[in-house]
């Protein structure tokens, strides 16, 4: 939980910051949701094409919405963990200002794309 709170403070670095827990973190969570939901379908390849990837089960609903909940409660601590690294940035000044840029546009992303695909 340590790397939670230091991330919230924006005390890791804004590259560290924005690379891992802005960019890779994020990628895992959409890769286990997608593949969650791909093996819980009937037909993966039609989910796939029409990029609908409800489960049909109810409790796999349940594991996915808990999961979105999950990443959203991340995503919320990682944007404002970036938000304070870039405030706390020594190096040069557009760094900071494209990367409280794009995490705005990416939560706003994250949530759009959670809901077209899973609700």
């Not at 939980?1 to 891992?20: A, R, V």
């Not at 819980?40 to 489960?55: E, G, S, T, V, Y």
């Amino acid at each position: 939980m340590f790397f939670i709170k230091k991330l919230w403070q924006g005390d890791y670095t804004l590259g560290k910051s924005y690379w891992f827990f802005g960019n890779i973190v994020p990628l895992f969570f959409f890769i286990f949701l997608i593949s969650f939901s791909l093996l819980c379908q009937d037909n993966a390849l039609d989910a796939l094409l029409n990029l609908k990837f409800i489960p049909p089960l109810f409790y796999q609903k349940i594991i996915i919405i808990f999961v979105c909940i999950i990443f959203l409660i991340y995503s919320v601590i990682s944007t404002v963990g970036i938000w304070r690294s870039a405030n706390k940035h020594q190096g040069k000044k557009y760094w900071a200002i494209l990367a409280k840029i794009t995490i705005f546009i990416a939560l706003f992303s994250y949530i759009k794309d959670i809901i077209k695909f899973f609700f």
